[in-house]
């Protein structure tokens, strides 16, 4: 079951702050969270188990809703460098299944 | 620690013909993936493996497309026929028993059929 992201697409001027979101219609297990600029590979920017808590780094941060299956990536002060597509991958069990990926949210950030 | 390598990056082919993509995974991962990617979209699961065994192929589609990881660490995925609509990028992945089943992935093999 392919997990929904929201919005599809943003651009933000540098300082600005966004959310995505991460939905899913089944229990989840676990959500992560990748950043994929064009021609690379997507790199890994944080997972969050069920159960636990918020996480994040420099100015990314992200919070996992059990009750309403629901993830949430927070940039906060964006720089250039947030651009990218970002995509979630859901997780339904634990212990080593594959992760199904939304369709990503290109973010652009302008100066 | 040497990340996931993938070759060729960049193949053109003609509908119909042959084409096949290779993988090394980063040392010590048991659990190798293939995922299909197409322009505008996110990552779709082509074949799970588990050391050398096949976990899940489920969305491989099986007439044309075919993989192996037959030792248990570099993996090979084949394409034959290709038809336009395997124009992808082919992205190779491992993760690790240990810890959180994060998954790395390679930089990718662009494949454009014409």
């Known amino acids: 079951q392919q997990p929904v992201q929201s919005p599809q697409a943003v651009i933000l001027r540098e300082g600005e702050d966004a959310v995505i979101n991460c939905s899913s219609s089944?229990?989840?297990?676990?959500v992560h969270w990748y950043r994929q600029k064009h021609g690379e590979a997507p790199v890994f920017l944080m997972i969050l188990l069920k159960g636990g808590e918020q996480k994040g780094h420099d100015k990314i941060s992200a919070s996992f809703n059990e009750k309403k299956q629901q993830s949430s990536l927070y940039l906060t002060a964006s720089q250039l460098s947030y651009s990218g597509t970002y995509f979630c991958g859901t997780e339904m069990n634990s212990g080593n299944t594959p992760l199904v990926f939304g369709k990503g949210t290109r973010l652009s950030v302008i100066a | 620690e040497a990340g996931v390598a993938q070759s060729p990056r960049y193949k053109i082919i003609e509908k119909r013909q042959s084409v096949a993509f290779w993988c090394n995974p980063i040392?010590?991962?048991?659990?190798l993936y293939w995922y299909q990617q197409i322009l505008g979209q996110g990552p779709k699961l082509l074949i799970q493996f588990q050391n050398n065994g096949v976990v899940d192929d489920s969305q491989l589609p099986k007439d044309r497309f075919s993989a192996e990881r037959l030792k248990g660490v570099d993996s090979t995925l084949k394409i034959q026929p290709a038809k336009l609509e395997d124009s992808a990028v082919y992205l190779c992945?491992?993760?690790?028993?240990?810890?959180?089943?994060?998954?790395?992935f390679g930089e990718g093999s662009w494949l454009t059929v014409v």
């Open positions: 040392s010590g991962h048991a659990t």
């Open positions: 089944k229990a989840l297990y676990s």
């Open positions: 992945a491992s993760s690790s028993w240990r810890g959180d089943n994060t998954i790395y």
